[in-house]
């Protein structure tokens, strides 16, 4: 059985496109038998590819997480269709495939060759227990939960952005959105004390202050040497300069951020 994790909407978007970009008529067909959507989705000739894809969409969005039978095992719905997608790779320039992959990354996931016969595989970029895309989910569902709609925004242009590919957008919206998260934690905490602190890093320090940044961990301390301090200067760099930061160190900012920021949003929620 599999254990590939759920993906995101973007991702499941971009592997469709591609399976109708790539896939004949005939052959579209073959992988709609493959992924039990037969029922679904009508094999006439007279439907064209792009129809039948734009109905394949909107059944895996709504059903994604259904457990299916292939080849390769027991597997949701949507891991099916990432998986036919992956196999159209080889046949695929460049700029075709470059928002797939970027979905795949987002999501925790790389493709890879086979040693002997060269063929791609997925395989998961991250360990099991990160999972990101269920950490995106946790944190949008726990900003909502707060009314933390600023950060909220903030997060989604990150995400947009790195989707689209704009490594300095999205690198600098992450340090919006995690500076404005923390901004708005001390504001729900300490309203009487917040008024008093001018600057997010003095917001920050508040935060450490009052025990709800560890001290003793080195999550946030006075010294500029803490984890907090070391990841804002680490999201300073690159942020608003076109054509400084490539796709490997942007993605592994989202990654960071989206990790802390679920982090911070749990004790809050705990807290309470």
């Known amino acids: 059985m599999s254990h590939i994790h759920s993906f995101t909407r973007p991702t499941i978007l971009a592997a469709i496109e591609l399976l109708a970009e790539k896939l004949s008529q005939a ?14 989705i009508p094999q006439r000739k007279e439907v064209s590819v792009k129809s039948k894809s734009t109905r394949m969409a909107s059944l895996v969005l709504q059903s994604g997480s259904q457990m299916i039978n292939t080849v ?51 395989r998961a970029a991250l360990p099991d227990e990160i999972n990101l895309p ?11 939960y707060f009314n933390f ?8 242009q990150a995400i947009d952005a790195h989707t689209r590919g704009d490594w300095a957008a999205a690198n600098a919206q992450m340090r919006t959105f995690l500076e404005g998260l923390l901004d708005d934690i001390a504001r729900h905490e300490f309203p009487a004390d917040v008024e008093n602190r001018k600057t997010s890093e003095n917001r920050r320090t508040l ?12 999550e946030m301390t006075t010294d500029g ?16 300069h076109p054509g400084l930061s490539d796709e490997e160190h942007s993605t592994f900012r989202l990654h960071l951020v989206l990790v802390t920021s679920r982090t911070v949003l749990r004790r809050l929620y705990f807290k309470h």
């Open 225 to 240: 040497k803490s984890f907090v301090s070391g990841l804002f200067k680490m999201l300073h760099s690159d942020g608003s």
């Open 72 to 122: 390769d095992g027991k597997m949701t719905l949507a891991e099916a269709v990432i998986r036919e997608a992956v196999k159209v790779l080889p046949a695929t320039n460049e700029t075709e495939r470059e928002s797939f992959l970027r979905g795949l990354a987002r999501d925790g996931y790389v493709v890879a060759a086979e040693e002997q016969s060269g063929r791609p595989y997925l």
């Open 134 to 144: 269920a950490t995106d989910d946790e944190v949008h569902s726990l900003l909502k």
């Open 27 to 40: 052959s579209f067909d073959q992988m709609i038998l493959r992924v039990e959507l037969e029922q679904e």
């Open 149 to 156: 709609f600023m950060p909220l925004g903030h997060l989604d």
């Open 207 to 218: 935060l450490a202050e009052k025990g709800f940044l560890s001290s003793s961990r080195n």
